[in-house]
């Protein structure tokens, strides 16, 4: 019988360990750490996940900062106040919500952020600390997806890895991250070929592409380790119903353990921002 692993659970952990970290510190005398969220715009998915994490902010005991901007701010406007939150004492950390509005560079507004405070990971100083094995902001989800794997697996070496996508978000620091852990690690993307012969090698299998249900069993190698990372809505009988890159049903009998969507990475995500907040926090307390 296959393992559904259970993100939800794994995640409550997590942010369990930061709560009682984040208490000890406060018992300290020192600061309690604080994360700012930057949410521009209306995006109906980008709300629910701002929603989740300030939730869980309010779990894990760190103060967060909610800036909400209109879809039409200027980039000026934001790059200022991300000027101001990079300046603040009280902000620990900093996560502009993706995707911004068309009309804002991405890039610019990332390499903004102090790296000291991109708990995200998406600033290039961290992205090539990660790549060079030195100390870093590790992006959340692809660090979700590895302590999963290592609590599902043990140690990961010598195993074969696949990559599904090549994001900056996900799939390439996954990679990064499997490397550091001694798998062997390939990426398979769009532009792919015999992109099925490629997984079915997979001891673990990573998909991030954000295609519904596209990984199926006979892609598989007997007894793989899926990782789901997919969060695509899709009707089904006139009801919205989230699904994942992988199609579970048809996979469960070959997998020997797979993460649920949702229920699987999602949680993990959020986790993982609280870990890096901390992670953060104690770096500027010296
Ligand atoms: N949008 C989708 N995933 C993410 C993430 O991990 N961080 C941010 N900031 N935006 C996202």
Same mark, same amino acid.
């Given at each position: $019988?296959?393992?559904?692993?259970?993100?939800?659970?794994?995640?409550?952990?997590?942010?369990?360990?930061?709560?009682?970290?984040?208490?000890?510190?406060?018992?300290?005398?020192?600061?309690?750490?604080?994360?700012?969220?930057?949410?521009?715009?209306?995006?109906?998915?980008?709300?629910?996940?701002?929603?989740?994490?300030?939730?869980?902010?309010?779990?894990?005991?760190?103060?967060?900062?909610?800036?909400?901007?209109?879809?039409?701010?200027?980039?000026?406007? #934001?790059?200022?106040?991300?000027?101001?939150?990079?300046?603040?004492? =009280?902000?620990?950390?900093?996560?502009?919500?993706?995707?911004? &509005?068309?009309?804002?560079?991405?890039?610019?507004?990332?390499?903004?952020?102090?790296? %000291?405070?991109?708990?995200?990971?998406?600033? &290039?100083?961290?992205?090539?600390?990660?790549?060079?094995?030195?100390?870093?902001?590790?992006?959340?989800?692809?660090?979700?997806?590895?302590?999963?794997?290592?609590?599902? #697996?043990?140690?990961?070496?010598?195993?074969?890895?696949?990559?599904?996508?090549?994001?900056?978000?996900?799939?390439?620091? $996954? %990679?990064?991250?499997?490397?550091? =852990?001694?798998?062997?690690?390939?990426?398979?993307?769009?532009?792919?070929?015999?992109?099925? =012969?490629?997984?079915?090698?997979?001891?673990?299998?990573?998909?991030?592409?954000?295609?519904?249900?596209?990984?199926?069993?006979?892609?598989?190698?007997?007894?793989?380790?899926?990782?789901?990372?997919?969060?695509?809505?899709?009707?089904?009988?006139?009801?919205?119903?989230?699904?994942?890159?992988?199609?579970?049903?048809?996979?469960?009998?070959?997998?020997?353990?797979?993460?649920?969507?949702?229920?699987?990475?999602?949680?993990?995500?959020?986790?993982?921002?609280?870990?890096?907040?901390?992670?953060?926090?104690?770096?500027?307390?010296?």
């Amino acid at each position: $019988m296959a393992t559904i692993i259970d993100g939800k659970a794994v995640a409550f952990e997590v942010v369990a360990s930061v709560a009682k970290e984040v208490a000890t510190l406060v018992e300290q005398g020192l600061q309690r750490p604080g994360l700012a969220v930057v949410l521009v715009g209306d995006d109906a998915a980008s709300q629910v996940y701002v929603r989740n994490k300030i939730r869980t902010s309010e779990q894990a005991g760190i103060t967060s900062i909610e800036h909400r901007l209109a879809a039409d701010v200027s980039q000026q406007t #934001l790059l200022t106040l991300i000027d101001e939150l990079n300046a603040s004492d =009280q902000v620990n950390g900093i996560l502009v919500q993706l995707p911004l &509005p068309d009309g804002l560079d991405e890039k610019l507004i990332l390499e903004r952020i102090s790296p %000291a405070k991109d708990v995200d990971g998406f600033h &290039p100083m961290n992205v090539g600390a990660l790549s060079s094995g030195l100390p870093s902001l590790v992006p959340c989800t692809p660090q979700g997806c590895l302590i999963m794997l290592q609590q599902q #697996l043990g140690d990961l070496s010598g195993k074969h890895a696949v990559v599904v996508g090549r994001s900056n978000i996900v799939g390439k620091p $996954m %990679a990064a991250l499997l490397l550091q =852990q001694s798998c062997t690690v390939t990426v398979v993307h769009s532009r792919t070929k015999n992109i099925e =012969q490629l997984c079915a090698q997979a001891d673990i299998l990573v998909a991030a592409v954000g295609r519904p249900e596209m990984v199926k069993a006979s892609w598989l190698k007997e007894g793989a380790v899926v990782i789901d990372v997919g969060i695509n809505a899709q009707e089904v009988d006139g009801k919205r119903k989230l699904v994942g890159d992988v199609d579970f049903a048809d996979c469960l009998a070959k997998v020997s353990a797979i993460t649920p969507v949702p229920g699987g990475v999602g949680p993990m995500t959020i986790a993982c921002l609280m870990q890096n907040t901390l992670i953060a926090a104690k770096r500027q307390l010296g």
